[in-house]
């Protein structure tokens, strides 16, 4: 992000801010919108948050810690969450994160060089009947192996 976008960024967060400050609870859907606009949510733009909801730092990055749809790390185009709930993990989840971490060539948390990829897991999708699941942005795939790891690269541009 260049300075004059980044500055963009910031009035369009403080324009967002200003509609909805003394509002009840806002701090969360704040975070969503500063999100939206910087893709995540670095320690700079916590801070601006906090100035300018007058809240406590801590309370803004104790928020965006606690809830893990929140990122402190830039993400890739796409983002894929493989279930590590019991079902997943008991049919085969921990193969798949290592299956994607070798295709891929990061470890979980982790975002590819060139971006087109972030690898992320989650707790449950509720598509236990289809264990191993896989959710590529908004589109789970289910019964995953090392051939379907393949092929859903493929589909996504990797």
């Given at each position: ?6 500055h ?71 983002v ?18 290592n ?60």
């Open positions: 992000m260049n300075p004059t976008e980044n963009k960024s910031y009035d369009e967060l403080k324009d967002y801010i200003e509609k909805v400050k003394g509002n009840q609870g806002v701090l969360i859907g704040v975070l969503h919108k500063a999100q939206e606009i910087f893709g995540y949510l670095p320690i700079e733009v916590q801070k601006f948050i906090a100035y300018h909801l007058n809240l406590p730092f801590s309370q803004v990055y104790g928020v965006v810690t606690f809830y893990n749809f929140f990122s402190m790390k830039p993400k890739g185009k796409n894929i969450n493989v279930c590590l709930g019991t079902a997943c993990y008991v049919k085969g989840a921990e193969r798949v994160v299956d994607f971490e070798d295709a891929l060539g990061i470890k979980m948390g982790e975002t590819t060089e060139d971006k087109k990829f972030t690898l992320s897991s989650a707790r449950c999708f509720g598509a236990c009947g289809l264990a191993p699941a896989v959710m590529v942005n908004e589109e789970v795939f289910g019964n995953v192996d090392k051939k379907k790891i393949e092929q859903i690269l493929k589909k996504f541009g990797g």
